[in-house]
């Protein structure tokens, strides 16, 4: 049972205009939610996180939501720009093992020049 | 600062021989952990270290995998004997307190023939 899940295995916008990734979950005991990005032979690198405490976090071009009755969060990025082509991973942790996180299987972003 | 350093990164061996990685994390990071990821797939956690001690290792296969984490600081994880459905990406990460996001090292890419 996948407990992160990313519906979108790959998505495709042109440069300047904005990204949407969407990651669900279905663990309730869930409260803290990070997104990482990766490029190819790297390994992944921390992008932005939230708290389930907030339904909005924001750092420069990069915003993520999080709708907690809905079990969903997703990663804005405006505007988009061709180095942000990367595989981007969802991850979700619980309070009481904050350091365990479970990733989603990643959505592939193309932006196109 | 250095970031977390894996090696080998390359391994290719044949099934039922024993193969064996290594990292080192951030100094001063005391939460360790290995994922493996499988081609298409997320992270999934195999093994959580605080300091030298074990804090998750649930979902590591112990009749064939084992790690440690000797004076707190560099790790390594052993695979014996290997399978063909262990080939995958070896990701180390570490962080200085349980929670919040990881620096992940590039990870070993192990090939099981």
């Known amino acids: 049972d996948q407990q992160v899940k990313q519906n979108s295995p790959s998505l495709s916008v042109q440069e300047g205009r904005i990204s949407i990734l969407n990651c669900d979950y279905t663990?309730?005991?869930?409260?803290?939610f990070l997104w990482y990005k990766k490029y190819p032979a790297e390994g992944p690198t921390f992008l932005i996180s939230?708290?389930?405490?907030?339904d909005k976090n924001e750092d420069g071009r990069f915003t993520v939501f999080l709708n907690k009755s809905a079990k969903h969060l997703s990663l804005h990025i405006v505007p988009s720009q061709p180095g942000d082509s990367a595989v981007y991973f969802c991850a979700a942790s619980e309070v009481t093992n904050a350091g365990k996180s479970t990733f989603g299987d990643g959505t592939t972003l193309t932006v196109k020049p | 600062e250095a970031g977390v350093a894996q090696s080998p990164r390359y391994k290719i061996i044949e099934k039922r021989q024993s193969v064996a990685f290594w990292c080192n994390p951030i100094?001063?990071?005391?939460?360790l952990y290995w994922y493996q990821q499988i081609l298409g797939q997320g992270p999934k956690l195999l093994i959580q270290f605080q300091n030298n001690g074990v804090v998750d290792d649930s979902q590591l296969p112990k009749d064939r995998f084992s790690a440690e984490r000797l004076k707190g600081v560099d790790s390594t994880l052993k695979i014996q004997p290997a399978k063909l459905e262990d080939s995958a990406v070896y990701l180390c990460?570490?962080?200085?307190?349980?929670?919040?996001?990881?620096?992940f090292g590039s990870g070993t890419r192990l090939t099981v023939v």
């Open positions: 939230i708290s389930s405490i907030k």
């Open positions: 990460a570490s962080s200085p307190v349980r929670g919040g996001g990881y620096t």
């Open positions: 663990n309730s005991m869930f409260d803290y």
């Open positions: 100094s001063g990071h005391a939460t």
